[in-house]
């Protein structure tokens, strides 16, 4: 008997593209230094800055990682962010009221920001050093809207006042739905 591929092919790739993602679980660390326990993804989600691609231009980006903090049974939340604008851009300080924002499928997120304890090692590394690292505040329903949301859109003000917007790198931002899973945040 015969085998024909050419009848296999398409099946195969009909199931391979209806399966499901396999769940990002988020990775759990205690830091030594204060005894509380970090949450935080194992990459975190990659932006790119929206604009044309010039020669001999380096494109900016952005990166944003959920974080739980766990401090002996009181749990909360945070997200970093990381902004690192392309040539010619500068970048207002990300620590000023209004300086960023995300924009979601229902609206802007406000953007609040949170100290963060000195941990022996951060929840996530800053891809450059002169990019700006920051954590902004998130309850556990802004956890769920940033999970259920299709729409995932970083505005940040430059330091003209002039927007600049970073979208992510991949359609699938599916691992900060994971997050909001595996942290209970499933009310969106």
Same mark, same amino acid.
């Given at each position: ?8 092919? *398409? ?16 990775q759990e660390?205690?830091d030594e ?6 949450? &935080?993804?194992?990459? $975190? ?5 929206r604009g ?9 980006? &952005?990166?944003?990682? $959920? ?17 690192? %604008? ?10 000023? %009221?209004?300086?960023?924002?995300? /924009? ?11 100290? #963060?304890?000195?941990? /022996?090692?951060?929840?996530?590394? %800053?891809?450059? #050093? ?11 329903? #802004? ?19 002039? $927007?600049?917007?970073?979208? *992510? ?15 209970? &945040? #499933?009310?969106?």
């Open positions: 008997m015969r085998n024909h591929w050419s009848t296999w092919i *398409p099946i195969i790739a009909a199931l391979t593209s209806c399966g499901t993602h396999a769940p990002i679980k988020p660390r205690l230094r204060t005894g509380i326990t970090i949450a &935080a993804l194992p990459e $975190p989600i990659e932006l790119v800055q044309t691609l010039t020669f001999n231009k380096r494109m900016g980006f &952005a990166y944003l990682g $959920p974080v739980e903090w766990n401090r002996a049974g009181n749990v909360s939340y945070s997200l970093w962010v990381h902004v690192a %604008p392309g040539d010619g851009a500068q970048v207002s300080d990300l620590r000023i %009221p209004g300086a960023a924002s995300i /924009k979601l499928d229902d609206g802007f997120l406000p953007m609040v920001v949170v100290d #963060t304890p000195a941990l /022996k090692n951060e929840a996530y590394r %800053p891809a450059v #050093t002169w990019g700006q690292s920051v954590h902004f505040n998130l309850g556990v329903d #802004t956890l769920g809207r940033l999970g259920s949301s299709h729409t995932l859109e970083l505005h940040v003000l430059g330091a003209d006042s002039s $927007p600049i917007i970073f979208l *992510p790198s991949r359609a699938d931002h599916s691992s900060l739905q994971d997050f909001a899973v595996a942290s209970h &945040a #499933t009310a969106y």
